[in-house]
């Protein structure tokens, strides 16, 4: 079994890529350590057979194709997540007004056995008694002087209340 956290530092250690105090370190593992060693070795071969293969050179117009396709791709890309977007605003959109016309009450009224209905009021006629008469007791009425020409007529009038007295003052 090959180890897992050592696998990347052994494929820059076969290519000659890793520092000096890190190689040392995969050396050792790949001292004590078969399923390693055998990796190395086949990531050694690879790279040999590698190194044989003519080096070729993109000609100007693939280029441009290959440039061309990804653009395409991309443009591609772009409008499905603008037409997903607006598929996902539209379900959101319908999905709430459904729910608010399922949750309008008046579209649903409650079911009879648990409906409440209170009558309707009943006007009546109430006879209300007629308050019984004020009687006013009244204290002997002092003697009563004739206001002479020119003196004013003074009216006092007392209530219930001690500190409470009305005075009128007539020309």
């Given at each position: 079994?090959?180890?897992?956290?050592?696998?990347?530092?052994?494929?820059?250690?076969?290519?000659?890529?890793?520092?000096?105090?890190?190689?040392?370190?995969?050396?050792?593992?790949?001292?004590?350590?078969?399923?390693?060693?055998?990796?190395?070795?086949?990531?050694?071969?690879?790279?040999?057979?590698?190194?044989?293969?003519?080096?070729?050179?993109?000609?100007?117009?693939?280029?441009a194709e290959?440039r061309?396709?990804?653009?395409?791709?991309?443009?591609?890309?772009?409008?499905?997540?603008?037409?997903?977007?607006?598929?996902?605003?539209?379900?959101?959109?319908?999905?709430?007004?459904?729910l608010?016309?399922?949750?309008?009450?008046?579209?649903?009224?409650?079911?009879?056995?648990?409906?409440?209905?209170?009558?309707?009021?009943?006007?009546?006629?109430?006879?209300?008694?007629?308050?019984?008469?004020?009687?006013v007791?009244?204290?002997?009425?002092?003697?009563?002087?004739?206001?002479?020409?020119?003196?004013?007529?003074v009216?006092?009038?007392?209530?219930?209340?001690?500190?409470?007295?009305?005075?009128?003052?007539?020309?």
């Amino acid at each position: 079994m090959i180890c897992r956290e050592m696998e990347e530092r052994i494929a820059l250690h076969v290519s000659g890529d890793l520092e000096t105090g890190a190689a040392a370190e995969v050396d050792e593992h790949l001292a004590r350590c078969l399923a390693c060693r055998t990796l190395a070795a086949e990531l050694k071969a690879n790279r040999e057979s590698m190194i044989g293969l003519p080096v070729g050179e993109i000609r100007e117009a693939d280029y441009a194709e290959l440039r061309a396709r990804l653009d395409e791709s991309r443009r591609r890309e772009r409008a499905l997540r603008r037409w997903a977007l607006a598929a996902a605003v539209s379900a959101a959109v319908l999905g709430g007004s459904a729910l608010v016309r399922f949750l309008d009450p008046a579209r649903h009224p409650a079911p009879a056995a648990a409906r409440v209905e209170t009558p309707a009021p009943v006007e009546r006629a109430v006879r209300v008694p007629a308050p019984p008469p004020m009687t006013v007791a009244r204290k002997p009425a002092a003697p009563r002087k004739t206001p002479e020409a020119g003196e004013p007529l003074v009216v006092k009038i007392v209530t219930d209340d001690p500190d409470i007295v009305i005075v009128w003052l007539v020309d």
